[in-house]
């Protein structure tokens, strides 16, 4: 992850947190570096039913099953590092206002730090890329993190920093030119968020 937290006591969190938790760190790590082929073989045994995030689910492993760690670090490099900028910038300010290191960046960073969640040292990635939100939500959800993990702190982390982009991101993913084992990424995140948003639309 791109951010560290002081070691917390295990906490008891329900089967649907657990699992809301593991799709953020999926979609966190599938953005966050090419697959490996270990993680590929994972993915390779996903189930899904007939909802649409069972259906996306289904795709992504029928499209993990058949790639290969070389192909998909260079789809994940075309998509998102290329020559000078990839495909896709999966950034917060970039989605916001059309530049790098914008006020989104600030904002995030300042809520990071009335959180106590502190950006580890070794990493030089802004922290308003989407790997980064997706793990610090799922952080959140955990109880990884000094803040709060209750659905209020949740609801507004993720209608800060999260709401107003990331499912066109991920619609974007879906549809990009260079996407192949990612179009299916590209799905499930923007069923997920569609989920997400409607959940805390209720709370």
């Known amino acids: ?5 002081e070691i917390q006591c295990p906490r008891s969190i329900s089967e649907e947190d657990r699992a809301r938790a593991q799709f953020y760190q999926l979609l966190g790590t599938l953005l966050s570096a090419p697959p490996s082929s270990e993680l590929l073989r994972g993915l390779a045994s996903l189930q ?7 259906v996306a689910s289904r795709n992504l492993a ?15 490099n075309t998509l998102f590092i290329g ?35 502190k950006p580890r040292s070794n990493v030089h990635e802004p922290e308003d890329h989407l790997s980064t939100l997706c793990e610090i939500m799922a952080g959140i959800i955990t109880g990884e993190f000094p803040c709060d993990r209750n659905l209020i702190s949740q609801k507004a982390f993720f209608d800060a920093h999260l709401a107003k982009w990331a499912a066109l991101f991920f619609t974007d993913l879906e549809k990009a030119q260079s996407a192949v084992f990612y179009t299916p990424v590209g799905s499930l995140g923007r069923v997920f ?8 639309a209720i709370q």
């Open 48 to 54: 899904g039913d007939e909802t649409l995030l069972g």
């Open 83 to 117: 020559v000078s900028r990839g495909e896709l910038l999966p950034y917060a300010s970039y989605y916001l206002t059309g530049f790098l290191n914008e006020k989104p960046l600030a904002e995030l960073r300042t809520d990071l730090m009335a959180r106590g969640i």
């Open 62 to 76: 029928a499209l993990a099953e058949r790639t290969n760690p070389q192909d998909a670090e260079r789809e994940y």
């Open 1 to 5: 992850m791109a951010h560290t937290a």
């Open 193 to 200: 968020m569609a989920i997400e948003t409607d959940a805390f």
